[in-house]
């Protein structure tokens, strides 16, 4: 098991950025280098909903053009921690954000943070 806490969330304004910190560690986490790592964000009355992905290799996914344009998602394996920078931030953007760890041989993300709450203010 892959034990996941978030940091850097808070409140801030639009247009601001933030970068999000996932620090990983775990007795089955000989690297981080083994997982896919990602972001997933839930906003209030929503479902949870993907915002990006990077595979050990460091090959990224967003959930949509908009989404890349704005958020960077990055690794350091030797420190066990992925990062999401989000620039410009939005009003809609506002919800709790979780980091997310898969095997890469899984179908399933088998561990998740316990999320950090962002809110951003018009």
């Known amino acids: 098991q892959v034990q996941l806490v978030e940091s850097g969330g808070g409140l801030v304004q639009a247009g601001d950025s933030l970068r999000l910190s996932c620090a990983a560690s775990?007795?089955?986490?000989?690297?981080?280098?083994?997982?896919?790592m990602g972001w997933f964000r839930r906003a209030p009355g929503k479902e949870r909903e993907f915002v990006a992905s990077?595979?050990?290799?460091?090959?990224?996914?967003y959930s949509s053009d908009s989404m890349k344009g704005r958020f960077t998602i990055s690794r350091d394996n030797a420190k066990n921690t992925v990062y999401l920078q989000m620039n410009s931030l939005k009003p809609e953007d506002t919800a709790v954000y979780y980091c997310a760890a898969r095997a890469v041989a899984a179908n399933t993300w088998g561990s998740w943070g316990q999320g950090t709450q962002v809110t951003v203010s018009s």
């Open positions: 775990g007795r089955t986490l000989s690297s981080l280098s083994s997982y896919i």
């Open positions: 990077i595979r050990p290799s460091g090959g990224a996914t």
